[in-house]
T-cell receptor, first 114, second 115 residues
Framework: DTGVSQNPRHKITKRGQNVTFRCDPI?????LYWYRQTLGQGPEFLTY????????KSRLLSDRFSAERPKGSFSTLEIQRTEQGDSAMYLC????????????FGQGTRLTVV | KQEVTQIPAALSVPEGENLVLNCSFT??????LQWFRQDPGKGLTSLLL?????REQTSGRLNASLDKSSGRSTLYIAASQPGDSATYLC??????????????FGTGTQLKVEL
């Protein structure tokens, strides 16, 4: 495992459907982050896990969004009842406690809601 | 609320030119600042990280400076090449509860280096 892996890379869904994305962090990285990036903007923080505990959530994470990291390894991000405004790149990153905060990003999942 | 601004939004230069990208932030209480590169449709590649106590970092043709008190950072690219064409993102980091951290990004500078 040489990096953060995200699946799927691309997802097209109809408005109102539920979607789930998966992130596999670098092995032994205990911290995992989700960011969202809309076209022409920088990424925005969504949420953060330390092991299996979700320690912080942005107000951007509405009640239609839920993120889990059940065993402190991979994480899933689910969006229920998708809206066109959810169309974005969803980026996952992971880091170690001792890394001065340096996080490694995955390639992202591009969501298009039609 | 931290806000990060990058100027210019887009830049087109001929190959070989030296260039400077600018980043400013409103809250100087940062842990560190990081510059990233993003190719179209791709994730982020870290270029340079400057701790809040540092003034600059260098890697190859890249040099990043930080003036924390004035809320400014610059990324200097020497002898630009077509392969440098990408979007460059500046991000400031603060520490969260539990020791994790949060990056606040600027909107990026889209760089095109022409032959």
């Amino acid at each position: 495992d040489t990096g953060v892996s995200q699946n799927p890379r691309h997802k097209i869904t109809k408005r109102g459907q539920n979607v789930t994305f998966r992130c596999d962090p670098i092995s032994e990285h205990n911290r995992l982050y989700w960011y969202r990036q809309t076209l022409g903007q920088g990424p925005e923080f969504l949420t953060y896990f330390q092991n299996e505990a979700q320690l912080e959530k942005s107000r951007l994470l509405s009640d239609r969004f839920s993120a889990e990291r059940p065993k402190g390894s991979f994480s899933t991000l689910e969006i229920q009842r998708t809206e066109q405004g959810d169309s974005a790149m969803y980026l996952c990153a992971s880091s170690l406690d001792s890394s001065m905060g340096v996080a490694f990003f995955g390639q992202g999942t591009r969501l298009t809601v039609v | 609320k931290q806000e990060v601004t990058q100027i210019p939004a887009a830049l087109s230069v001929p190959e070989g030119e030296n260039l400077v990208l600018n980043c400013s932030f409103t809250d100087s209480a940062i842990y560190n600042l990081q510059w990233f590169r993003q190719d179209p449709g791709k994730g982020l590649t870290s270029l340079l990280l400057i701790q809040s106590s540092q003034r600059e970092q260098t890697s190859g043709r890249l040099n990043a400076s930080l003036d924390k008190s004035s809320g400014r950072s610059t990324l200097y690219i020497a002898a630009s090449q077509p392969g440098d064409s990408a979007t460059y993102l500046c991000a400031v980091r603060r520490i969260l509860t539990g020791g994790g951290n949060k990056l606040t990004f600027g909107t990026g500078t889209q760089l095109k280096v022409e032959l």
